[in-house]
């Protein structure tokens, strides 16, 4: 495929500047007020601007070479009378490069991956959520497991690795950057610009601190962090990290893809999807970043309906959302450093990816990254061999045990084996009770398998049948092998010599986050009331969203008293 470099000149652009202004100002102010109509006559503008007199576009391509004038503009917006937008088209790409002075590199002479198709592919998505951010939050948890499901196939035919760490740390970051050599690296988050810093590339991505609250890591120490690594590409999903990408390129890291404007959290993650699919396809960066877009047009199904922060329903929030993705390069060639061909259109696999209007937040654990960050590595580590997560009913005991138990088994070979008082059995590889489990593990005699027990929703009845499951830990020779992982309401006894990890209620942000997913349809004070008298319990939420809607004072206040009634009868 041919590419056309376009070079706008600054005397083409004297008009735009005040045309794209207002149009980035709607975008700040309510991203989904922005309207087809918007974009249609800032892509006419553009268009017009160049004089190219092409009626007729061959595929090819598409490269904005200029210096920070020209990228200032929203050139994703490119609209050609005929083809209509080209930043979604199928037949083209669009890209940029930024034309500067030779800068001389923050991290000196990088040795890159050479451009061969690798196998695996080491895809590194980092995400960070901090408690304490007063802006609407993120769910992290909804970015990690559709990339991950997404990418299963390639996952389990080991072409793709995948990392998705739980720890929004800078320094876990850096650490992850230099354990193993990853050949792209996605971060996804919030960003910010400070007032002050109106230079081109000066902001802030918030990383989270050694509590859980906002770390502020500036363009120049995000890219020193990648100093003596082999990183190829980096992708930031947080609103207006366009600004960012001028010093990642500066610091020798091409290509990279930011988003121009405030991005809604459900088009972030229907981008990562898609883009993620094309790159397993192998697919060249700008052919994966314009399925990115074009996945990006359709954020609701026919029946879904969106609500704002005040109650009211949306007909269509995604307008728009599709065109802030952008995609600089340093030269063009390393667009395809780890593709096999250089078709455009948009696959079969990428038109089938789920959509994110089917998932249901209880699928998943939102939130809860303090209690991950301390518990997953010390069970890996095996400092907590016997783990308690204890607490009342509904508050999340299970889910923090099931995803504690996939991020295990996705990085080691572990043999998960669950007993429950709702199954009263083992289930497992063809075990069906405890001395047959016995006999496997003693059996095999190979202390490098690993097992898993999960023993779920501990009481008094089912004591006796616990206490001879617990017999399994001490197998000599297996106790560093064996992992065992006990749901309750309450304690146990102490000679069992559990780790009793007491879960208390969520913060707000996460709960805010959880009845999002859910897709509530109460106002900012409601969701702020359901949290106060429900304490944080999903399960009540849960049964308060199958009630009937009622968002009215008297009805809503009658559902929340006759919620809170059932959990305390639990």
């Given at each position: ?19 794209a ?9 309510n991203?989904i ?13 553009l268009?017009?601007?160049?004089t ?7 595929p090819?391509r ?7 004038q ?23 790409t669009l890209s940029?490069?930024l034309?500067?002075?030779p800068?001389?590199?923050l991290?000196?002479s990088r040795?890159l ?6 196998v695996?592919?080491k895809i590194?998505?980092?995400t ?5 951010l ?6 992290p948890e909804?970015d ?7 990418l299963?196939?390639?996952?389990e ?7 998705a ?9 850096i650490?992850?950057l230099?354990t193993?050599?990853w ?14 810093c109106l230079k081109?590339g000066q902001?802030a991505?918030i990383f989270?601190?050694?509590e859980?609250n ?15 690594t082999?990183v190829s590409?980096?992708v ?7 600004t960012l990408?001028?010093?990642l ?5 091409s290509?990279v893809v930011g988003?121009?404007?405030?991005l809604i959290d ?8 898609a883009?993620c699919?094309?790159l397993?396809?192998?697919a060249?960066?700008?052919v ?11 954020l609701?199904q026919?029946?879904?309906v969106?609500?704002s922060?005040?109650?009211?329903p949306i ?17 063009g060639?390393?667009?395809d450093r780890?593709?096999k061909s250089?078709k455009?259109?948009?696959s ?7 959509n994110?209007a ?5 699928e998943?654990l ?6 991950l ?8 580590a095996?400092?907590?061999?016997r783990l308690?997560?204890r ?7 299970t889910a923090?045990?099931k995803?504690l138990i996939t ?18 059995q ?11 489990i016995r ?10 398998i690993s097992?898993l ?17 617990l ?6 020779g297996?106790t560093d092998?064996?992992r065992i992982?006990?749901t309750?309401?309450y304690?146990?006894?102490?000679e ?13 942000q996460?709960f805010l ?5 859910l897709?509530?349809?109460h106002s ?7 949290y106060?008298?429900l304490?944080?319990?999903f ?5 308060l ?6 968002t009215?004072?008297?009805g809503?206040?009658k559902?929340?008293?006759?919620v809170?009634r059932y959990?305390?009868?639990?």
């Amino acid at each position: 495929m041919d590419t056309l470099i376009i070079r706008p000149r600054s005397e083409q652009l004297n008009r735009l500047p005040e045309l794209a202004q207002p149009l980035s100002q709607k975008f700040q102010a309510n991203p989904i007020a922005v309207e087809e109509d918007d974009l249609t006559a800032m892509g006419l503008a553009l268009w017009q601007a160049l004089t190219l007199e092409l009626d007729v576009l061959p595929p090819a391509r598409l490269l904005i070479e200029g210096d920070e004038q020209v990228q200032r503009l929203p050139w994703e917006c490119l609209y050609h009378p005929q083809l209509g937008f080209l930043a979604k088209h199928p037949e083209y790409t669009l890209s940029r490069r930024l034309l500067t002075q030779p800068p001389i590199s923050l991290l000196g002479s990088r040795e890159l991956f050479p451009n061969t198709d690798p196998v695996p592919l080491k895809i590194l998505l980092f995400t960070a959520h901090p408690e304490d951010l007063t802006q609407r939050p993120l769910a992290p948890e909804i970015d990690q497991y559709y990339v991950q499901s997404a990418l299963r196939p390639w996952i389990e035919a080991g072409k793709i690795k995948l990392a998705a760490p739980n720890d929004g740390r800078f320094t876990t970051f850096i650490e992850l950057l230099h354990t193993q050599p990853w050949h792209i690296v996605i971060w996804s988050g919030h960003s910010v610009r400070f007032s002050n810093c109106l230079k081109f590339g000066q902001s802030a991505l918030i990383f989270e601190n050694e509590e859980g609250n906002s770390d502020f890591i500036s363009a120049d120490q995000f890219a020193l962090a990648f100093k003596e690594t082999a990183v190829s590409a980096v992708v930031i999903a947080a609103c207006q990290s366009k600004t960012l990408l001028a010093t990642l390129l500066t610091a020798g890291i091409s290509p990279v893809v930011g988003m121009r404007e405030p991005l809604i959290d459900r088009a972030g993650s229907i981008f990562l999807q898609a883009f993620c699919v094309a790159l397993a396809q192998r697919a060249p960066m700008d052919v994966a970043v314009q399925r990115g877009r074009q996945a990006m047009v359709n954020l609701l199904q026919h029946h879904e309906v969106w609500y704002s922060w005040s109650g009211q329903p949306i007909n269509d929030p995604g307008v728009g959302q599709w065109s802030l993705p952008v995609l600089f390069t340093d030269h063009g060639n390393d667009l395809d450093r780890f593709a096999k061909s250089q078709k455009f259109g948009q696959s079969e696999s990428t038109r089938e990816l789920p959509n994110l209007a089917n998932l249901r937040a209880k699928e998943i654990l939102v939130g809860r990254r303090r209690e991950l960050r301390y518990l997953e590595p010390a069970l890996r580590a095996g400092t907590i061999r016997r783990l308690l997560i204890r607490g009342e009913a509904g508050i999340g005991k299970t889910a923090l045990a099931k995803h504690l138990i996939t991020q295990l088994t996705a990085q080691e070979e572990y043999r998960v084996l669950k007993w429950s008082e709702i199954e009263s059995q083992i289930t497992g590889d063809n075990q069906t009770d405890t001395f047959s489990i016995r006999e496997q593990i003693h059996g095999e005699n190979q202390p490098q398998i690993s097992y898993l027990l999960w023993l779920e929703d501990w009481n008094a009845d089912n004591h006796h049948r616990i206490a001879k499951i617990l017999e399994l830990s001490p197998i000599e020779g297996y106790t560093d092998h064996l992992r065992i992982l006990l749901t309750s309401r309450y304690s146990v006894p102490p000679e069992w010599n559990f780790y009793d990890y007491y879960l208390t209620r969520p913060c707000y942000q996460d709960f805010l986050s959880y009845t999002q997913q859910l897709g509530l349809p109460h106002s900012s004070l409601q969701i702020r009331l359901i949290y106060e008298v429900l304490n944080g319990n999903f399960q009540g939420v849960q049964l308060l969203h199958s009630l009937p809607v009622c968002t009215t004072g008297i009805g809503f206040r009658k559902q929340l008293a006759l919620v809170k009634r059932y959990l305390q009868a639990l």
